[in-house]
């Protein structure tokens, strides 16, 4: 089953000083499969709760997803960010990851 994923890339800018800035460009929808997303949470002592969830997703293999876009998927209010693109003659899987902090 497919589902709309909007899909988010950043420009680096070399600016002043050699400062290298980021612009964001325009956000585009492709359609993809999410296969899987897992969850896992570390609490040890007084920090606070660490989240991970990693998201493994299918997409048509002429999609252009790339290493460090972000994904915005339905269902999460934040963005997953790409982390591992593997191209197949039959699908172009994709390994995203989002980190979060925060009370239990």
Not at 20 to 36: C, H, Q, T
Not at 66 to 76: A, K, S
Request: charged share 30%; no cysteine.
């Amino acid at each position: 089953m497919s589902v709309p994923i909007e899909v988010f890339r950043r420009e680096e800018l070399v600016g002043d000083r050699n400062v290298i800035g980021f612009s964001a460009l325009s956000a585009r929808e492709v359609y993809g499969s999410i296969r899987e997303v897992e969850s896992v949470w570390e609490h040890t002592g007084t920090n606070p709760v660490e989240w991970e969830y990693k998201a493994f997703i299918g997409f048509a293999p002429e999609e252009d997803i790339r290493p460090n876009d972000r994904l915005r998927l339905p269902g999460f209010r934040e963005s997953f960010l790409v982390k591992n693109v593997q191209r197949t003659r039959l699908f172009l899987a994709v390994t995203a990851i989002r980190k979060k902090r925060g009370d239990i």
